[in-house]
């Protein structure tokens, strides 16, 4: 049976265990019947020209997996933000892990999509947000059919989360391949300040396909500071859908650093529903073998007096291919507004690939939109100059890519997520440098 | 020190190097002259190593082993020093960071640990005192958006990090105003040993006024035509190299 008929008539029996009087089950409804007419996406959209599901869809996967109790967080910890304090919100296989988890209902909500879903003190809050900024799409419909579970995190007006979210999503090898859709909610109302983290890994070398959404509210002066890390196995996929809504003088940046995976596409949205709103979109990629990373942005300015700044880099190693897709649409009332994108590519080998779209729609005529992409070696003079002063062919290479992804890093608020990341790159490049940037 | 005999280089199938000789003793200064396109700046990145060149006839002996198998990282290892005409900028990299990373290499290929904290610190800032320069500038990126003469006193900064047996000093003059190149010149001059070497490549005999060379050399179309003291310098200044070519061809 192919994904998608088994995803139609899991359907059926997704619906019949949960409570059909739920408020929700309309909307999941219409999102079924929306991917049943939709499909999966395919490269005749001009969206998906360069990413090619194929491969990964042909996998049986499970679609409701057995409960895992085993996993401790030993098993764990290592993918965590371990250093510092910080609330957790773990699931495995896609369901909730309350011994791993640390959750707060006190100065804020912390939580589990499914309560916020089925309590009735979060009817009003569901209502106003839930579906709301998450458009009908046919990855993002699929994930809203079966939405059940996630993160639910709710700050309250004025209040600032006083330690980062942790959303960790973790798959075992329970199944022989398993998709799981998670659905993350994430509201600040207006001052309010939250951190968060969000990470999924394997830990088995059994296929894992995660199309997750998260819908994201900034109200107004609000700041939302978010950092994906997408570091994961060979044999797993991410199909990363991200919507934000932000209001008047609020301030939202996201962080995406991807590492590894068979296939990454991440689909981020933002959409500007007031004016003096800043949204900083930064992106660090690099891999190797024969990865697959898509950025897919958008950013609508819809009111005056906005900025929005993209940056993108990636370095592609070996047979690896890498997409951006970065769509800056301005609409005519959005007048002074200031938008920049940037997009860097490093090739480091010569069957590496890089696809760089870079998509500017003006409707306004007072704006200062800029856009650059360069697609580029390493300098061969910079490699000479350094290694004219003693430093080693692969150390000089290191430090210029190292150079290279800085300026992402520069933006990063957590210095812990800093220095692991900095690590990180380090890894991957195969050095050791004497020093952090 | 330095032994060339009879060097022939050539760059994407371009001769430029047509049979250079040339030796340097511990504790001299040479200075290469000659026009544009004679072939000095090729010299001096094919003694340092550039890969871009291709040695096709011809030994470069350095303490006395044939170095032209060595890349540019081992011969700085073994204390071949090249101050760039161009110094190439690297944004996201301090000029701290960069020194540190170099020297410890150096020491980690020579068998020694990463230099201690303290005595790296005290060391970036004695010379970068001696060279009059800020300590903002030791943070900043290195070269990113540094003026010409920053550029070349940053050079001069790492050469004096860095303590090579054999300086070369590709143009260091160029771009540098009167008093900024006294300020470079007094600090080459204080690294001056009677172990380590200096080879000038300059275009000008004014930088020769403050570094005094004890040989000059004229390089014309790939060759070391003539060779004197430091008084061919102000001949040729004053003269030009016309003269030298009409010389040759008689």
């Known amino acids: 049976m192919k994904l998608k008929e ?33 499909g999966f996406p395919h490269r005749k959209q001009e969206a998906w020209k360069y990413t090619s599901l194929n491969a990964i869809l042909k996998e049986d996967y499970s679609i409701f997996p057995k409960k895992e109790e085993t996993i401790e967080y030993r098993d764990i910890k290592k ?112 001052n309010a300040q939250v951190q968060i983290i969000e990470r999924h890994h394997s830990l088995t070398d059994n296929a894992v396909l995660t199309n997750s959404v998260t819908e994201i509210f900034a109200g107004k002066n609000a700041n939302v500071d978010y950092y994906k890390i997408q570091n994961d196995k060979i044999t797993s996929s991410l199909i990363d859908n991200t919507y934000i809504s932000q209001d008047r003088d609020s301030e939202v940046s996201m962080h995406t650093f991807s590492f590894g995976g068979k296939l990454t596409r991440n689909n981020l949205n933002f959409y500007q529903n007031g004016s003096n709103i800043n949204s900083i979109l930064k992106g660090v990629t690099i891999i190797e073998g024969k990865q697959h990373v898509d950025h897919n942005t958008l950013v609508h300015h819809r009111k005056p007096h906005c900025e929005s700044h993209q940056d993108y880099k990636g370095i592609f190693a070996e047979k690896s291919t890498g997409v951006f897709n970065g769509k800056v649409l301005v609409d005519k009332i959005a007048q002074k507004t200031d938008a920049y994108q940037s997009n860097n590519n490093i090739l480091i080998d010569d ?63 957590i210095p812990e997520i800093k220095k692991r990341i900095t690590k990180q790159i380090a890894l991957k490049i195969g050095v050791q440098l004497g020093f952090d940037l | ?195 380590n070497a200096t080879l000038v490549i300059t275009h000008y005999q004014r930088l020769l006024d403050y570094i005094v060379p004890d040989v000059v050399h004229v390089l014309v179309d790939g060759k070391i035509i003539k060779s004197g003291d430091k008084n061919l310098a102000k001949e040729l200044e004053e003269r030009g190299y016309d003269w030298l070519k009409e010389e040759q061809l008689v």
């Open chain 1, 351 to 413: 069957q590496a690939t890089i696809n760089s779209k870079p998509q500017l729609e003006i409707f306004a005529d007072d704006v200062k939109c800029s856009h650059g992409c360069t697609i580029g070696q390493l300098d061969e003079e910079a490699l000479f100059y350094m290694r004219s002063r003693g430093i080693p062919e692969k150390e000089a290479r290191a430090l210029l890519m190292y150079a290279f992804a800085n300026n992402v890093l520069n933006s990063v608020k």
């Open chain 2, 1 to 195: 020190m330095l032994k060339i005999h009879n060097l022939h280089a050539e760059v994407e199938g371009e001769k430029i190097l047509k049979g250079v000789n040339l030796e340097i003793n511990p504790g001299e200064v040479h200075a290469i002259m000659g026009p544009n396109g004679s072939g000095k700046s090729t010299l001096a990145s094919v003694v340092a190593g550039n890969e871009e060149y291709e040695v096709t006839e011809g030994e470069i002996l350095f303490d006395k082993s044939n170095i032209a198998e060595l890349s540019a990282d081992e011969r700085a290892h073994k204390g071949i020093f090249l101050s760039f005409q161009y110094p190439v900028e690297i944004p996201g990299v301090s000029v701290t960071n960069f020194i540190k990373t170099a020297i410890n290499q150096i020491r980690k290929a020579q068998g020694l640990k990463d230099m201690p904290a303290n005595e790296m610190l005290k060391k970036i800032r004695e010379k970068s005192a001696m060279l009059g320069m800020d300590r903002k500038f030791l943070s900043r990126s290195l070269n990113e958006s540094f003026s010409g003469g920053e550029k070349k006193r940053n050079e001069i900064f790492q050469m004096a990090m860095l303590e090579p047996k054999l300086a070369i000093l590709d143009e260091t003059d160029s771009g540098l105003d009167i008093d900024a190149l006294k300020v470079v010149a007094d600090g080459v001059n204080k690294l001056r040993t009677k172990d």
């Open chain 1, 6 to 38: 088994k995803l139609l008539s899991s359907f059926m029996a997704f619906e019949e265990n949960i409570d059909l009087e739920n408020d929700i089950h309309n909307i999941r409804n219409e999102a079924i019947k929306y991917f049943e007419t939709s």
């Open chain 1, 79 to 190: 993918y965590c933000i371990h250093d510092i304090d910080t609330y957790q919100i773990v699931f495995v296989d896609g369901i909730y892990a309350s011994h791993l988890s640390q959750t707060t209902h006190d100065k804020f909500d912390a939580c589990l999509m499914s309560s916020a879903l089925n309590k009735a003190k979060y009817k009003p809050i569901i209502k106003k947000y839930f579906n709301k900024v998450a458009p009908q799409e046919s990855l993002t419909a699929l994930n809203t059919a079966f939405s059940y579970e996630g993160a639910y995190i709710k700050i309250p007006k004025g209040v600032a989360a006083e330690k980062p979210i942790q959303i960790l999503n973790f798959s075992t090898g329970n199944e022989h391949a398993l998709m799981i859709q998670p659905r993350n909610l994430i509201i600040a109302e207006d």
